[in-house]
T-cell receptor, first 116, second 107 residues
Framework: GAVVSQHPSRVICKSGTSVKIECRSL??????MFWYRQFPKQSLMLMAT?????????EQGVEKDKFLINHASLTLSTLTVTSAHPEDSSFYIC????????????FGEGSRLTVL | EDQVTQSPEALRLQEGESSSLNCSYT??????LFWYRQDPGKGPEFLFT???AGEEKEKERLKATLTKKESFLHITAPKPEDSATYLC????????FGKGNQVVVIP
């Protein structure tokens, strides 16, 4: 299946700093990518839909100024957690749609963010 | 609003003890139901897509089936390596995920 790479896999930062997470589709072009966060033993919660070349669409309750999403190319989307706080600690996962196939979603490996 | 409910939330199986996981959904205009496997600390791994009632798909010890209201993931003679959380989800864009079925297979 298609490969989606996420980096970094783990990051620890101090409260108040910003952290950038990258999501790349390695062997296909993804016009749409999705960002999720997942708390322990919980389901994936969609944060935003990222479309190449346009502004991201955020889900209700997700602060767009805190979670900056950029989808500058057909293979790269980034999520920046600005002024991170301990409550932002979570598992962040991206996914991408392989348009040439049946619209199946392929997921990155996830990024574990710990804010001290 | 689209809803996905998975049961049981947790399941412990002896190696070789077959069982089934349930995913019930309420979606207007279903355009497919997806099954994923998620290991701890990792992103979900795609397993199956089912598009119409009566459809079945198989992969090794897993078989997914679909009716108009629910999907089942059958695990036949499971092995410890089948231990994972199994997620079902419905598209399209706002993919709604169930909480998952956490499966532990004991040797």
């Amino acid at each position: 299946g298609a490969v989606v790479s996420q980096h970094p896999s783990r990051v620890i930062c101090k409260s108040g700093t910003s952290v950038k997470i990258e999501c790349r589709s390695l062997d296909f072009q993804a016009t749409t990518m999705f960002w999720y966060r997942q708390f322990p033993k919980q389901s994936l919660m969609l944060m935003a839909t990222s479309n190449e070349g346009s502004k991201a669409t955020y889900e209700q309750g997700v602060e767009k100024d805190k979670f900056l999403i950029n989808h500058a190319s057909l293979t790269l989307s980034t999520l920046t957690v600005t002024s991170a706080h301990p409550e932002d600690s979570s598992f962040y996962i991206c996914s991408a749609v392989e348009q040439s196939n049946t619209g199946e979603l392929f997921f990155g490996e996830g990024s574990r963010l710990t804010v001290l | 609003e689209d809803q996905v409910t998975q049961s049981p939330e947790a399941l412990r199986l002896q190696e070789g003890e077959s069982s089934s996981l349930n995913c019930s959904y309420t979606v207007s205009g279903l355009r497919g139901l997806f099954w994923y496997r998620q290991d701890p600390g990792k992103g979900p791994e795609f397993l199956f897509t089912l598009y119409s009632a009566g459809e079945e798909k198989e992969k090794e010890r897993l078989k997914a089936t679909l009716t108009k209201k629910e999907s089942f993931l059958h695990i036949t003679a499971p092995k410890p390596e089948d231990s994972a959380t199994y997620l079902c989800a419905v598209p399209p864009n706002r993919l709604a995920f169930g909480k998952g079925n956490q499966v532990v297979v004991i040797p």
